[in-house]
């Protein structure tokens, strides 16, 4: 497979409607999973099944926990955890925040990443290997692990 550069993102979105509000969008035409991962959840803002515990463990690893429903087993799980081996990519979109001070907080993209190993099911807790590591200026805000 040849590199991917986040920088070569723009053209995936002319087809993903507006509103993508799952926070996951498969483009099968693409053969690219994206996810738009918001670290910090308000109670108010989203649901007990949608307080996914999202965070980086260090600079190249992601903890990312799927949809409530994402078996390890369904075609969705298998297609995250047998994508290189299918073709396809995935891709982590992160914002601290759903708002910021004028409205909807921005996503910065990470990159790709490739499937390490996932625990669970119905959610699925899996483990990302990033393409590229998250640069020093977002890696405290990904990280829950960093204190203070």
Known sequence: MGSFKPSS???LFISVPK????????????????FFITLNKADKDYSPTTMYNDYSINESLFHWQSQS?????ASTG????????RGSKVVLFV??????????????CLGTAAYVKHTGSKPMNITWHLDQPIPAKYLRKTNKLVVG
């Open 78 to 85: 298998q297609r995250y955890i047998n994508h290189r081996q």
């Open 69 to 73: 429903t994402t078996s390890d087993t």
């Open 19 to 34: 509103n993508v509000r799952e926070g996951v969008k498969w483009l099968p035409d693409k053969q690219v999973n994206v």
């Open 95 to 108: 914002r601290e925040f759903k708002q910021d001070g004028i409205g909807a907080a921005p996503y910065t």
């Open 9 to 11: 993102l723009e053209h």
